[in-house]
Structures are given as structure tokens and as C-alpha cells.
């Protein structure tokens, strides 16, 4: 090797062409071509110190974000509402809220449940005080389970019973 080809390797001979590029200085005069305005323009909120505008301000004129329709609704009435699958009930053998809030399948501010789902399962499960579908409770009773009605279906069962007597 060369000592021309030594010394192109050494840290101080290579060149840093285009990789640092020098800061703007304005306000700097005139043969500047960043002098007087400094690149801001005449005049207006831009141009002074402090001057600036929130995303999405567009100039008085009702903004995008609030030209688009809304959309979705969250209930605030039926916050306390969950469902369970059937699936993730298999191996317990009494289901009811207390036990489902023991399992973390639901979060302790729950206050009704509705099992859903036609998965079979395995184990014979015992559903006390919850509403169930008409598939989950198909797949309960396959299995061997039973479904006690919760008290809004016997309400709703004795109803049907008044009716069915009045028609008669």
C-alpha cells in the first residue's frame, strides 16, 4: 500500500459532505437574503414572537373536525350490562354473578349478565339468576346442566300465564 492509500483511511481524511448542514441564521442584513423579516413576511400573527395557531384553526372557517359528522353512541343507562360466552363458563359447576366476578370473567361494577353462544361444552353447569340464549341453554341442558330462571323471566313467564288466562 501507498502512503496516499494509508492516509484516505484515517478518521480526519474522510470528507462529511452533505451529512451536517449549517443552521439558518436570519435577521443577519440584507446580502443575508434572510435579513429584515427573517423569512416570516409582512405583518399578520405568524410573523410575531409568539405568534403561532392550535392544529386544525383554520382561519375563522369552521374547521374540519367539527364539519364532520358525529357518529357512535356509548349508553350511559346500561353500563352495567355484560356477556359471557358459553365457552368460557365450561368447568364451573354453579354460575351465577358472584361466581363470574370470582373468575374475572366480569369486573365488579357488572350488575346483569346474558350467557350467549352454542359452543359445546364439557361439564355440567348449573346457571342460577342470569339470562341465557336460546343456543347457550340448548348447549347447557346437552351437556347435562340445568338453567334456573333469573327473576325478570319468571316476571315475564307469569305475565304470559295472567294473558293466557284472560283469553280463556
Known sequence: MSKEQKEILKLNTLSSKGTNK???RVGRGIGSGTGKTAGRGHK??????GGNIR????GGQMPLQMRLPKFGFSSRVNNHFKEVNVKNIDGMKLVNIETLKEKRLISKSIKKVKIFGDTAIESKVTVEGIKVTKGARASIEKAGGKVEDSKSDAKNEKK??????NNS
Open 22 to 24: 449549517n443552521r439558518k
Open 44 to 49: 399578520g400573527q405568524k410573523s410575531r414572537s
Open 55 to 58: 392544529a386544525g384553526f383554520e
Open 160 to 165: 304470559q300465564t295472567k294473558t293466557e288466562g
